[in-house]
Each structure stands twice: as C-alpha cells, then as structure tokens.
C-alpha cells in the first residue's frame, strides 16, 4: 500500500478491519471512499449559488445534473455523487468568499442500508418514522441512528447514513444486532 494511499476502517489494516457487514434481508455497503464535497461557512451558499447550483432549503436534497446537494444548514452543505472533481476544483481555485472545507470526506462514515428487511431494522435503530411518504426521497433527517448522531437520507429503496468515521465498528455491529432482532433471533 502507497504510504499516501488512504485507510478507512473497514479496509485492510483499518480499525475495524474483519467485522463482515450483512447481506441477507438487510445489506449494508460502505461507501467511505466514495469521494464527497462539503463546504460551510459564510459565503457557502453564495459560492454554490455562483457555480448554477440550484440550493435546496435546509434538510432537503436537491439536484444539480448528477449532482446529489444536501443543505444540513444556512451555510453547510454536502455534495455527494455524479463529477465532483471540478466542483472541488473550482472551490480550490476560488478566491474571494466560498465557505471553508468541512472535511466530510475525512470525518464522516457512509454506510447505506438496503434489503427487504430494511424497514424493519431502520424502525428499531432510529426513532423517527421513515416509512416512504413520512420521510421522503428529497428529506435529510439529522438524528440519532444505532445510537448515534448521523446526518440521515433515503437513497432508492434504502437509506445513507453519514456518521462519525470513528464509530464504524459500533454501527456496524449495531446493525448487525438489529437486524438479527428484526428477524426474530435472540442475541
């Protein structure tokens, strides 16, 4: 491994190295490495604004062509997937006010759970109300899920959770509990 070479902790030699993550009724993928852009700060809104990108109001998801925009205040955003790489570039390059990086690529874990089962372990690891019409595809709920603080989305026929990168074994394993509760096994 490159010594420049990034390490989350479900990789090899990451601290959570060997905890399989479930795929049965519920599945959860590790989206870490997927690149993510996130700024705050004054002037974030206004910088984004300034690139065509249409902003969403706060705890909404909006779209820019591939471009998932997530506005979790006045002045924080994510960006998560489609081309990413000029907007960061753009961003680097910008003078004047642009908000300042907010390291969610470096802090947050992004874990997403799908599969049949889903509901059924989302309701026991979160207490908000997601079933579809209550928590809809454009919402962003900033709440507790496997008892931590998470920036929560719908994605297709599941969820993204973005939570603190150090928590990863704890939410995994959470996962694991719940959704061998939701399938009727005693732990």
Not at 2 to 16: D, K, M, V
Not at 51 to 74: E, F, K, S, Y
Not at 101 to 114: N, P, T, V
Request: glycine share 12%; hydrophobic share 45%.
């Amino acid at each position: 491994m490159s010594p420049l070479a990034r390490q989350f902790p479900l990789s090899t030699g990451g601290s959570a190295q060997g905890i399989g993550l479930p795929n049965g009724a519920v599945e959860l993928v590790d989206l870490t490495a997927k690149p993510r852009f996130g700024i705050k700060g004054p002037g974030s809104s206004a910088w984004l604004k300034g690139r065509g990108i249409t902003l969403p109001p706060v705890n909404r998801i909006g779209t820019h062509g591939d471009l998932r925009v997530l506005r979790l205040g006045g002045e924080d955003f994510l960006v998560v997937d489609g081309e990413l790489d000029t907007l960061t570039v753009h961003w680097n390059n910008a003078t004047g006010p642009r908000g300042y990086w907010s390291w969610r690529e470096e802090g947050w874990a992004w874990m997403r759970l799908s599969g049949r089962a889903v509901d059924g372990v989302m309701a026991r690891l979160c207490a908000l109300d997601l079933r579809a019409g209550r928590f809809c595809e454009d919402e962003i709920a900033q709440t507790r899920v496997a008892q931590l603080e998470a920036v929560l989305v719908r994605a297709g026929e599941g969820f993204d959770v973005f939570f603190d990168i150090a928590a990863t074994a704890f939410f995994v394993r959470t996962v694991i509990h719940a959704a061998k509760q939701a399938a009727g096994e005693r732990t």
